[in-house]
């Protein structure tokens, strides 16, 4: 495990009291802020690459092709 060390100020300080003010310690805050920091990250890649897809004639082709083909699937 590692140990980080950080000064923080301003709106850092600000935010990690918000995330503290129900108890939580500074270390659980931390860690949980760092895993949504990576969720958050890979969220907004996958934003850009969908918005990539349907900005390119071919991908919403292939999309709506492919939205046609399983159109009469019945999941049930």
């Known amino acids: 495990m590692a140990i ?7 709106a850092a ?3 990690l009291q918000q995330l503290t003010a129900d108890g939580t310690s500074t ?6 802020a760092l895993l949504d920091a990576v ?3 890979r969220r907004r890649a ?3 690459d ?13 999309i ?3 939205m046609q ?3 009469d699937v019945d999941p049930w």
């Open 46 to 48: 996958m934003l850009d």
């Open 64 to 66: 709506k092709a492919a």
């Open 4 to 10: 980080v060390n950080v000064r923080i100020s301003g």
């Open 13 to 15: 300080e600000r935010a």
């Open 27 to 32: 270390s659980d805050a931390v860690r949980q």
């Open 50 to 62: 969908a918005r990539l897809a349907m900005a390119d004639p071919a991908d919403r082709a292939a």
């Open 69 to 71: 083909e399983w159109a």
């Open 39 to 41: 969720a958050l990250r």
